[in-house]
């Protein structure tokens, strides 16, 4: 099944040397079910590193595990028969390795591996000084990644002498309730960062619902995230107006409705979009993260020729819609998630089409002008938020459409320039 490109790989030494030394061939009848040798593949070239390169494993050997947090979960008993007892009779290394070893990779593996967007499905990797990095659900350092699977970090936002480095382990789009538990059941801690103590989440009301008392524009929050949401009457959400008490479980069924719609909703629909945010604006705050997540798609998709019209065919309102979308999704992420450099690129570069598009409507030079100057700007902000992006991703695609954009934007300026100043 190996192709001479895989033979040669340096990196799939470890699982090929096991391989071999196993003496028997690999028979895999089933393809419709993944083979435990599949799931086994990362755990053994760590373990290659504990048997054959020790500079190496020492590195890993320092990684956090959470082995005793992990104990009962169902990965960790799943993991336990499918990984670590399948490599020890698969591949006859029950002398060289014990379960526990086993163990103690795997969840190496699950603490400290980042995801890697270079191949479809991506792949996970371990860098041992992005290992260091802290934990912030405001993170002042993004990743990206090189064309050799390398690890980029980059600062965010200024960062002075003494502060501490961070980065997100989750997605910093969703809610405080959620990334908090998917913090706890892969990272093994309840996150109580400057975000997740706010529940107003720096006054962007990111989790919050909007009153439906009569009369009143409040927002519906708990009192703090940071503690267990139960049936008690401190986990009760409360009105910033009026004080009206709503139960979690009341919050809890609203957003697994809205949650599930969302799921269902065709996101290469514009149309769809606009009358879903329609109908939850309702009930959520408008920088909620349900809404931000559809706004994020909408700001996209006007415009891009798919099942939307192309730039030059949208209406004035959905040019307007398109511009004003993205100017309030970049004030948002300024303040909840200032280092997620790709987003921010995104949104700057359909922030600059809007804007170009408005000004090549309008055939008046001194219009023209200053919307295709106010373009230029935002897209030169693209261009270097999204800099060091590779070129085989989307961003870096992106990128590379931003530069030739620049370029065109830079010729029209100048004619407008030599139109204005030229002698009748």
């Not at 030739?404 to 100048?414: C, E």
Request: hydrophobic share 35%; aromatic share 8%.
């Amino acid at each position: 099944m190996c192709s001479e490109m895989c033979q040669k790989n340096p990196s799939h030494l470890p699982e090929c040397r096991y391989t071999v030394q196993r003496g028997d061939k690999v028979s895999i009848r089933n393809f419709g079910i993944i083979h435990p040798f599949y799931q086994s593949v990362t755990v053994l070239r760590c373990l290659y590193q504990k048997q054959y390169l020790p500079d190496v494993w020492k590195k890993l050997d320092k990684l956090e595990s959470h082995c005793e947090d992990r104990k009962d979960t169902p990965k960790f008993k799943s993991e336990r028969v499918q990984v670590a007892q399948f490599i020890r009779k698969f591949f006859k290394l029950d002398q060289v390795f014990t379960e526990d070893d086993i163990m103690r990779v795997c969840g190496i593996i699950l603490v400290n591996s980042h995801e890697v967007p270079l191949a479809e499905p991506p792949f996970v990797a371990i860098y041992e000084m992005c290992s260091m990095f802290e934990h912030r659900c405001k993170a002042n350092c993004s990743k990206s990644f090189t064309k050799d699977g390398g690890i980029l970090l980059v600062a965010g936002e200024d960062i002075q002498k003494g502060d501490h480095l961070s980065i997100c382990y989750t997605d910093p789009l969703w809610g405080t309730l959620n990334r908090r538990q998917h913090l706890y059941e892969t990272k093994f801690f309840w996150c109580t960062c400057s975000r997740c103590s706010d529940v107003t989440e720096f006054g962007t009301y990111f989790s919050a619902l909007k009153c439906q008392e009569e009369n009143c524009d409040g927002n519906i929050l708990p009192k703090t995230f940071l503690q267990r949401m139960d049936n008690t009457k401190d986990s009760n959400w409360h009105c910033n107006k009026c004080g009206k008490n709503i139960s979690y479980f009341s919050v809890h069924d609203l957003l697994e409705k809205l949650g599930s719609d969302l799921a269902e909703l065709p996101k290469n629909d514009a149309n769809n979009i606009k009358q879903f945010l329609s109908s939850s604006s309702g009930y959520l705050h408008q920088n909620h993260f349900y809404l931000t997540e559809i706004r994020l798609a909408l700001v996209q998709l006007i415009g891009q020729g798919n099942t939307s019209e192309s730039m030059t065919e949208i209406s004035e309102e959905d040019l307007e819609l398109k511009a004003k979308t993205a100017t309030q999704l970049l004030s948002l992420f300024d303040s909840i998630a200032p280092a997620e450099r790709r987003l921010k690129g995104i949104v700057l570069f359909e922030l600059h089409a809007s804007l170009a598009e408005m000004g090549r409507r309008n055939g008046e030079p001194d219009t023209m002008h200053r919307r295709l100057t106010e373009a230029r700007r935002y897209l030169i902000d693209c261009i270097d938020t999204l800099k060091d992006e590779p070129s085989f991703l989307p961003e870096g695609q992106i990128l590379k459409q931003a530069k030739l954009n620049l370029k065109s934007i830079d010729i029209v300026l100048q004619k407008i320039m030599e139109s204005v100043t030229s002698p009748t």
